[in-house]
């Protein structure tokens, strides 16, 4: 079974420019949640899908940050206008439905520098 | 709101050293209890869990016990190889919401000498 997989694995865009990151969950996983780890602070909540619907996103820092889980399959994180805040390491997990304790797997991340 | 503080690192230990990370929390409810490390290159992977008090989450030599009472989960190995440098993450299933989402301390770097 396929891991949990997220593409760019970097990017390196410039202040003002939009970047789109990726996530594939693991199949069968309805929750996908989106972490930020930014300069080697704590890792951070961002948001939570279950399935296509999201049911928190209390963590999304501000609206440039747009994420989408179109057919409740594969994810997206879009930032637009991207600032040099922003720089940092997205990971994406998942997990199966069922309780809040079900294991999430997470993925290896995407390293974004924001120049 | 809910939190989690793990020790500062980095942390460097001779191999067959022992090795005790601190991690403390606070928290309203019963949360669940995680340790995840973070190989080199690599995305987090769950180490071990629990998931009430008492409770003691055990993996590859690794183990915490969910202290209720001093709210802490602090992670111990008796003898570290040189392979478990890593950065580890504490983090907390935040029990006040219904989503699951993680409370992650800061990390902490092991780095293990030979």
């Known amino acids: 079974e396929a891991g949990v997989t997220q593409f760019p694995s970097h990017s390196v865009i410039e202040k003002g420019q939009t970047v789109t990151l990726r996530c594939d969950p693991i199949?069968?996983?309805?929750?996908l949640y989106w972490y930020r780890r930014v300069m080697g602070k704590e890792i951070k909540f961002l948001l939570h899908?279950?399935?296509?619907?999201?049911?928190?996103e209390s963590g999304m820092p501000n609206n440039r940050f747009l994420a989408e889980r179109t057919g409740g399959t594969y994810s997206t994180l879009k930032v637009q206008p991207a600032e040099l805040e922003d720089s940092g390491v997205y990971f994406c997990?998942?997990?199966?439905?069922?309780?809040?304790?079900?294991?999430?797997?997470f993925g290896p991340g995407t390293r974004l520098l924001v120049l | 709101g809910n939190s989690v503080t793990q020790m500062e690192g980095p942390v460097t230990l001779s191999e067959e050293a022992f090795l005790t990370i601190n991690c403390t929390y606070t928290?309203?409810?019963?949360?669940?209890l995680f340790w995840y490390v973070q190989y080199p290159g690599e995305g987090l992977q769950l180490l071990l869990k629990?998931?009430?008090?008492?409770d003691k989450g055990s993996n590859k030599g690794f183990e915490a016990t969910y202290r209720k009472e001093t709210t802490s989960f602090h992670l111990e190995k008796g003898s570290v190889q040189v392979s478990d440098s890593a950065v580890y993450f504490c983090?907390?299933?935040?029990?006040?919401?219904?989503?699951?989402?993680?409370?992650f301390g800061q990390g902490t770097t092991l780095q293990v000498k030979p």
């Open positions: 997990a998942s997990s199966r439905p069922g309780g809040i304790v079900e294991t999430q797997y």
């Open positions: 199949s069968g996983h309805d929750n």
């Open positions: 899908f279950v399935k296509e619907s999201k049911q928190d």
């Open positions: 928290a309203t409810g019963y949360p669940s």
């Open positions: 629990a998931t009430k008090a008492d």
């Open positions: 983090a907390l299933s935040d029990g006040s919401s219904n989503t699951g989402k993680l409370i």
